[in-house]
C-alpha cells in the first residue's frame, strides 16, 4: 500500500445519505483512479484523474461524483443516486511514465 | 482444475506444482499489459508486466506469455507456494484521450493446497 492511505477502512451508508471515501498519496503521483470491485468480478473504473482540477468518467460514473483539489487528495462521494452502493472501492495512483497502477488498501461500503 | 461461472473462476493446485492463469484481453491496439496479485481485503499488487513487442517476460518464479494474433495472457507461476494463493487479475492498458486506462479482467483466484 505504501505511500496510498485509503480511509476509512469501512463505511456503513444510510439510504439517501451521501458519504466521502478518502485518498490521499505522498508517491508524488500525477494520476489517480477510483475503482469499484464486487464480490467474483473484476475492477470497474468510476472515475480518474490526470492532474489537478481535471477528472473524468470512467465507466461506471453514475451516482459518484470526485474532486482534484490538490495532487495528493482525491475524494470519491458516493451519492444517494448510486442505489447499489456495497462494494469495495479501490484507489489508485500512477506516475506518469511508468504504467503500473500503485494501489490503496481499499474501503468497504456496506448499506445499513 | 478450473471452473467458470456466476463465481470467480477457480484455479487449485497442489503446493509445488506450475500454475497457469489465463486471459482475454479486449483492445487489439492496446500495447501494454500487466498481471496484478491481490491478496483478500488488500489492494492488488504488480506481479510482472509486458509490451506488445514481447512474446514473453520473465521474472522471479513468474513468467507472461503474449499471444497477440488471440488475443490472449497467460502468467505461469513456477513451483506454487501457498504464498501464492491469490485473486490474479490481468489488466491492458487503454490509452484514451492521451491518457491510460487501465482495463482489469474479471480475475481468477488460485487456490495453493500444502
Known amino acids: 500500500d505504501g505511500g496510498i492511505t485509503q480511509s476509512p477502512k469501512y463505511l456503513f451508508r444510510k439510504e439517501g445519505q451521501n458519504v466521502t471515501l478518502s485518498c490521499e498519496q505522498n508517491?508524488?503521483?500525477?494520476?489517480m483512479y477510483w475503482y469499484r470491485q464486487d464480490p467474483g468480478q473484476g475492477l470497474r473504473l468510476i472515475y480518474y484523474?490526470?492532474?489537478?482540477?481535471?477528472?473524468q468518467k470512467g465507466d461506471i460514473a453514475e451516482g459518484y461524483s470526485v474532486s482534484r483539489e490538490k495532487k495528493e487528495s482525491f475524494p470519491l462521494t458516493v451519492t444517494s443516486a448510486q442505489k447499489n452502493p456495497t462494494a469495495f472501492y479501490l484507489c489508485?495512483?500512477?506516475?506518469?511514465?511508468?504504467?503500473?497502477?500503485?494501489f490503496g488498501s481499499g474501503t468497504q461500503l456496506s448499506v445499513l | 482444475g478450473e471452473s467458470v461461472g456466476l463465481h470467480l473462476p477457480t484455479l487449485s493446485v497442489q503446493e509445488g506444482d506450475n500454475s497457469i492463469i489465463n486471459c482475454a484481453y479486449s483492445?487489439?491496439?492496446?500495447?501494454?499489459f500487466i498481471w496484478y496479485k491481490q491478496e483478500s481485503g488488500k489492494g492488488p499488487q504488480f506481479i510482472i508486466d509486458?509490451?506488445?513487442?514481447?512474446d514473453k517476460r520473465q521474472g522471479q518464479r513468474v513468467t507472461v506469455l503474449l499471444n497477440k494474433t488471440v488475443k490472449h495472457l497467460s502468467l505461469q507461476i513456477a513451483a506454487t507456494q501457498p504464498g501464492d494463493s491469490a485473486v490474479y487479475f490481468c489488466?491492458?492498458?487503454?490509452?484514451?484521450?492521451?491518457?491510460?486506462?487501465?482495463?482489469f479482467g474479471r480475475g481468477t483466484s488460485l487456490i495453493v493446497h500444502p
Open positions: 489488466a491492458e492498458n487503454i490509452i484514451a484521450g492521451g491518457s491510460y486506462i487501465p482495463t
Open positions: 489508485a495512483t500512477m506516475q506518469r511514465g511508468f504504467e503500473k497502477l500503485f
Open positions: 484523474s490526470q492532474i489537478v482540477n481535471d477528472f
Open positions: 509486458i509490451r506488445s513487442n514481447m
Open positions: 508517491l508524488n503521483h500525477d494520476a
Open positions: 483492445n487489439s491496439a492496446s500495447d501494454y
